[in-house]
């Protein structure tokens, strides 16, 4: 029995993906879990990233303070090509910009549920990957800046998707897509005073999932309105545990929820 304030899954890319929960101060080798019963509580209170305990969030898994004065809430973190730390602007907290901005982005193609764009930091590109369930993923494009990986990936979203179908893809993998083919054909498609950032790196990334059933019909679940998740891990992909009956679970959207979790 483990009990603390979730936070996203870990992640290691294997074959398949090896992943960890995070209780608190403790990490959970999950994969060895797979097709045994787990249940999760809610123990009625939430955390906010400052360490206030709330019964719930004022919104996206902030307390009212936080949503509106930390830089970790700014639009920019939402819209990255409104980012201005590099342009010596402030937003909310300057010095945490610059080191949160100002930093090496890729902008990458994946296949999640199709064909999308999305950027990360450069030391997060595996991890951002596998977070949103890619079974394929390839650099397109690296920049010194957060704002500029959002003016490329705001060209590229004239064109394709920016958001993951997560339904789509939760129900099975995706159809092979040629990504070289893609990431040449997008090239041009953006200002050719961007397009000196392609990345020379043509590598495709194929990432597996441990997951032995896929549901038919998607199901969500919230502890905000079940109070207890319990049954049968039959896999787990992106940011998801999936449940015996269809049941999926999105452990990032209940980062600071305060839960005992038996295995």
Not at 159 to 174: C, F, Q, Y
Request: positive net charge; aromatic residues 10%; hydrophobic residues 35%.
């Amino acid at each position: 029995m483990y009990t603390g304030s979730l936070d996203k899954m870990n992640s290691i890319l294997e074959n398949p993906v090896k992943y960890s929960f995070v209780v608190g101060d403790k990490c959970i080798d999950l994969n060895d879990f797979i097709g045994l019963k787990i249940s999760i509580d809610w123990l009625g209170n939430v955390s906010c990233v400052c360490g206030k305990s709330l019964n719930k969030f004022y919104r996206q898994n902030f307390c009212y303070q936080c949503f509106w004065n930390s830089p970790l809430a700014s639009q920019s973190i939402f819209k990255p090509e409104l980012c201005t730390a590099d342009l010596g602007i402030e937003e909310r907290d300057l010095d945490w910009e610059k080191k949160f901005q100002i930093a090496p982005h890729y902008v990458y193609l994946a296949n999640s549920s199709g064909l999308k764009v999305g950027i990360t930091r450069k030391t997060q590109k595996i991890t951002r990957w596998i977070d949103q369930g890619a079974s394929q993923a390839i650099l397109f494009a690296e920049v010194p800046n957060r704002r500029l990986s959002g003016i490329i990936e705001v060209e590229l979203k004239k064109h394709l998707a920016d958001k993951t179908n997560w339904r789509r893809m939760l129900s099975g993998e995706p159809e092979k897509i040629d990504l070289l083919e893609k990431k040449n054909e997008y090239s041009e498609k953006i200002p050719s005073e961007l397009r000196r950032f392609v990345h020379s790196d043509d590598e495709v990334t194929n990432i597996n999932y441990p997951v032995k059933v896929f549901p038919v019909k998607v199901k969500s679940l919230s502890l905000s309105k079940v109070k207890k998740i319990e049954g049968k891990l039959t896999g787990i992909k992106g940011q998801y545990l999936l449940f015996e009956n269809d049941r999926v679970f999105n452990v990032r959207s209940h980062k600071g929820y305060n839960v005992k979790i038996s295995l």
